[in-house]
Structures are given as structure tokens and as C-alpha cells.
């Protein structure tokens, strides 16, 4: 029997004797959420080329289902590592609605939790709240964050490793209907797995999140300032150049939620700037523009020569 005229596995139609890849990228909207990534996320080349791949893969699998090849749903579920600011959160929801355009998920919707919302503190407390968030996730996507403190090896009264072995179950037996991503610290990740062996047999995705580099940092923060009206002027520009060499450097830097923090607080010291010297009406350009001042009165800075005095010979 020709392939156009085999009925499909449903029964309710033929089986398609070719498959246009481009135009189903067009039409399932695929294109849209990438071009989105795109757009929200500066940098990252590498974790948009696995979600590119990612996706190539998930069409070619729907193809495959359409015509009548062997198929089996593929495993989903991702691991997602890098330090804090990289986007792993961002990427977790465009990857929901991915899915979810692929028909991989029946809604397009991403759970974000941490170990506080799934251990409890108490005998008979963890299983009702894992189960309550499994079941507010289910037909979409749960994200965990910082995964790696779902069970505390050094705590013998520890109800994580109860939540873990709820987890693995729905994981292996309802992966047609939930995909969880587990994130957090590279290095706490593997040994994470490494303790939960579980999991890793589970995870078919490891995506790593480099970090931004000065020059990404800084078109970061153009584009924050930019989405709130906000601007540098030439020095403050400098300024900021500065600010994220040092900064970088320093303990608990988290990448693009560093820049957006240290953004925050240079607008409130022009604000106060401009309230505490300004004399008469104010344009604008004054109340949109951040001068080197607020950005140099950083503790940061004064960090960085307090460092350089210290190693001083």
C-alpha cells in the first residue's frame, strides 16, 4: 500500500508521504519562541544552540509519530547548570511553551520551586506537599532550583530523600504528561547525581549556562536601562565598565541579577541626587539619565582598592 493512502495509528486519516520540517518550524510557532529567546537573552550562544537542537530533534520525533515510524515519546527531562543571572529560569519558561507548541506538554505552563516547597519539616509532611506541587505541575513544566538541597546527606531526620523517591516515580511513569528540570551550581549538580543515581538515568538534557562575559554585562545593562527609560551618559558608561570588571571579581556575583541590583541602586542615588541639587523644573533627559557619580559611589569600588592595598608588596 502506497504511504499516502495507509490509514494512521488513530485511524483518522492518512499517513502523510512527506513531512515539510521548515514549514512545520513556521507553523507550530517554534520560530516564535526562539526568536523570543532571542530577544530576552543577550549572549548564552551555546544554550541557544541546544534549545535549537533541542527542538530540531522534537520536530523530527513529531514527524516520525505522523507517519507511522516507530516512536516512543522522548525523555525530556533536563538538568540545567551555571551560576545565578544566567537565564536558567528564563530559558525553563520559553522551553514550556516550546513543549507545549510541539504538543510534548498539554499546557504551556512552568512550576517553580525550591526545596521549601516540597520537604517538610515533620513525619507525614513531605509526601502531601510533593504531591500538591506535582499535581499544580502536571501538563507542563517543574522547575527546581538549587535541586541539589532536596536531600542533606548530614541530616539524619532529613525528609528530602522522600520527595526525591516521589519524584523519580512520577518522573518515570508520567513522563508523557510532566518534564522536570533540575538546576542549580555545576559542581553541587554532579555531585547531586552522583548521591542520586536516579535522577541522572533520568535526565536526558544537561544544558550548562556559561557566564557573561564584561562585554555581555554591559549590553545587559543597556537593555535593563533601556526597558525602564533609563540611559548612561558617556561617563557613566565608563563607569559601568569599571563597575563590572570589579565586580565580577568579588564574592557572590550573579552574573545579570548583579547588574540589575547595581542598576537599582544607581537610579536611587540619582534620584536622590537630583532631589537633594536640583533647582527649578527638571526635563526629561535629567530624569533619565545616570550620571558616573551614581554609579562610582559603590561600595564595590571601594572594595576593589581596599583589595589592591591588601596585595600591595
Given amino acids: 500500500m502506497e504511504p499516502a493512502l495507509q490509514q494512521d495509528l488513530d485511524g483518522q486519516g492518512d499517513i ?3 513531512v515539510d520540517l521548515h514549514a512545520e518550524f513556521e507553523e507550530s510557532g517554534v520560530k516564535d519562541v526562539l526568536t523570543e529567546l532571542d530577544r530576552e537573552l543577550i549572549g548564552l550562544a551555546p544554550v541557544k544552540k541546544r534549545i535549537r537542537e ?5 520536530l523530527v520525533e513529531r514527524a516520525r509519530k505522523r507517519m507511522g515510524l516507530a516512536h516512543e515519546t522522548p525523555t525530556l527531562h533536563m538538568s540545567f547548570t551555571g551560576n545565578p543571572g ?10 514550556a511553551d516550546l513543549l507545549n507548541r510541539l504538543g510534548y506538554i498539554r499546557k504551556g505552563h512552568l512550576v517553580s520551586v525550591t526545596r521549601d516547597d516540597l520537604v517538610g519539616q515533620y513525619i507525614g509532611h513531605t509526601a502531601p506537599k510533593t504531591k500538591e506541587i506535582l499535581k499544580k505541575a502536571m501538563g507542563g513544566v517543574l522547575f527546581i532550583d538549587e535541586a541539589y538541597y532536596l536531600y542533606r546527606q548530614e541530616n539524619e531526620r532529613d525528609y528530602g530523600q522522600e520527595a526525591i523517591e516521589i519524584l523519580l516515580q512520577v518522573m518515570e511513569n508520567q513522563r508523557d504528561d510532566l518534564v522536570v528540570i533540575l538546576a542549580g551550581y555545576a559542581d553541587r549538580m554532579d555531585r547531586f547525581f552522583a548521591s542520586n543515581p536516579g535522577f541522572r538515568s533520568r535526565i536526558a538534557h544537561h544544558i550548562d549556562f556559561p557566564d557573561y562575559t564584561d562585554e555581555e554585562l554591559l549590553r545587559i545593562a543597556g537593555k535593563m536601562l533601556e526597558e525602564q527609560n533609563y540611559g548612561l551618559d558617556a561617563e557613566a ?3 559601568m565598565a569599571d563597575y563590572v570588571s570589579a565586580r565580577r571579581t568579588q564574592p557572590h556575583f550573579a552574573n545579570a541579577r548583579s547588574i540589575r541590583n547595581a542598576l537599582d541602586r544607581a537610579r536611587l542615588r540619582q534620584a536622590n541626587r537630583l532631589f537633594e541639587n536640583a533647582r527649578g523644573p527638571l526635563d526629561a533627559g ?3 539619565t545616570i550620571s558616573a557619580e551614581d554609579i562610582r559611589a559603590s561600595r564595590v569600588f571601594a572594595s576593589a ?3 589592591e592595598e591588601e596585595q600591595a608588596p
Fill in 286 to 288: 535629567t530624569l533619565s
Fill in 54 to 58: 533541542t527542538a530540531a530533534l522534537l
Fill in 305 to 307: 582598592v581596599r583589595n
Fill in 86 to 95: 544566567t537565564g536558567k529560569t528564563t530559558v525553563a519558561f520559553r522551553m
Fill in 16 to 18: 502523510p508521504a512527506h
Fill in 237 to 239: 558608561e565608563a563607569a
